[in-house]
């Protein structure tokens, strides 16, 4: 091959590859402004002012260790067991949960009220664990707040342009909405994480439930960052039949929810 064609060759690698990543979720690629380091970033410099926002964090450090190691024990069989995992309960009594890049994920006081066993936290968990590692968190900002206002505010100490304060950037992260097929991804490859952890996916379809439930008496905070579709019980519920899962090896944990997070919440 002459060195001219290898050249050329080169320099249109680099410029079909410059802004795409490949979805570890999915194996495609995916169109992608930041590098996953700026995740990191993002996700340490907001993740204090996100806390702040939600009340800040529960004062037990019994619970807050048992949701953490929760947490990790999915992130382990994750496609991205490397990143450093943070799982944290916050104060905020409406019921929902967030994930941030870089590997943050919050649980309100409100969803932890709500649930009833260790595999429906889990699912919870496992869903927003899929919201980082496919870069939907990350996707979403540069989409919707413009990613080189984030990236000024974690690079400067200073308003980015003079514009948004970080409490006025972190409104609009708590405000951030996935697309329907983001959310579908988040729950079904959600429910293999939470299977591969060792827990009954059912936690997944019973949470699910529990959510639609609460939105009829009255709008959640949960549906307004993560629009539903109606068919979300319908196609989890198919899932677990095509997967044949041992359900009787799979931990359900309504007793131990109880101790460690119902208990601990009175
Ligand atoms: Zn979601």
């Given at each position: 091959m002459s060195k001219k064609l290898v050249l050329l060759i080169l320099g249109l690698t680099f410029f079909l590859c410059t802004g795409c990543a490949i979805?570890?979720?999915t194996g495609k690629e995916q169109l992608m402004l930041i590098p996953q380091r700026q995740d990191i970033a993002i996700g340490q410099r907001y993740a204090?002012?996100?806390e702040k926002q939600m009340g800040g964090r529960i004062a037990n450090e019994g619970l807050q260790n048992y949701i953490d190691s929760l947490g990790q024990r999915i992130a382990r069989v994750s496609h991205k067991p490397d990143l450093q995992y943070h799982f944290l309960a916050v104060e905020d009594e409406s019921?929902?949960?967030l994930a941030l890049p870089g590997g943050y994920v919050f649980v309100t006081?409100?969803?932890?009220k709500k649930l009833t066993t260790e595999a429906q936290l889990a699912a919870i968990l496992a869903h927003e664990l899929v919201h980082i590692v496919a870069r939907h968190a990350s996707a979403a900002m540069s989409r919707e707040i413009g990613i080189e206002i984030l990236l000024s505010a974690v690079t400067s100490d200073k308003t980015p342009r003079g514009v948004l304060?970080?409490?006025g950037l972190t409104r609009q992260i708590l405000g951030l909405r996935y697309s329907r097929s983001d959310e579908r991804e988040a729950d079904l490859v959600g429910m293999d994480y939470l299977a591969a952890a060792g827990y009954n996916p059912y936690g997944m379809v019973e949470t699910m439930q529990m959510l639609e439930n609460q939105?009829?008496?009255r709008p959640i905070e949960f549906f307004s960052t993560h629009p539903n579709p109606?068919?979300?019980i319908a196609?989890?519920?198919?899932?677990?039949q095509t997967d044949h899962h041992n359900l009787a090896a799979l931990k359900t944990g309504k007793d131990d929810y109880l101790t460690a997070v119902l208990s601990a919440l009175k």
């Open positions: 979805n570890p979720v204090p002012e996100v019921v929902n949960a006081k409100g969803m932890l304060t970080a409490a939105q009829q008496i109606e068919n979300r196609y989890l519920t198919q899932k677990i």
